[in-house]
């Protein structure tokens, strides 16, 4: 039937074997993932500033760049200067995703204050790409 196994195994599976790698826990992994969302949301973010300047956008980056600093254990997340030209749909529409992947992970490790601040620039760039609503004139 089958032939037993006569060479050692080349990955380290018996419980208290020494590795060759470090590990990292689940929820290490998960902050890893969760501030790359994040940084990648505030890249979006900053160059949507660059092309329509606002307060909101001003306030929102500078959340991310906080919630990127506290995942990062107090390092603040580099920054790139933004791009001048782009379309600002298309940004939005990328930031929308971005912060779409960023609640996901956040409602994975229950981070309530990184669900809070993603499902909040979720409406934004969904307001954004929705335009600005016209008040019907019928009776």
Known sequence: MYEPIRAKSV?????????????????EE???????????LLAVTDDLRALTPSAELD??????????????????????????AGDPAALH???????????????????TAAAILTAERMDAHAAA???PKELSTTR
């Open 11 to 27: 990955h380290s599976t018996m419980a208290g074997a020494p590795s060759d790698f470090p590990h990292r826990s689940r929820e």
């Open 30 to 40: 998960l902050d890893i993932q969760l501030a790359g969302h994040l940084a990648a």
């Open 59 to 84: 306030t929102a980056a500078e959340r991310l760049a906080g919630e990127v600093r506290r995942l990062r254990g107090d390092r603040a997340p580099l920054r790139a200067a933004p791009a001048a």
């Open 93 to 111: 529409r990328r930031a929308h995703t971005l912060a779409g992947r960023a609640l996901v992970v956040a409602a994975s490790r229950a981070d």
């Open 129 to 131: 790409l929705a335009g």
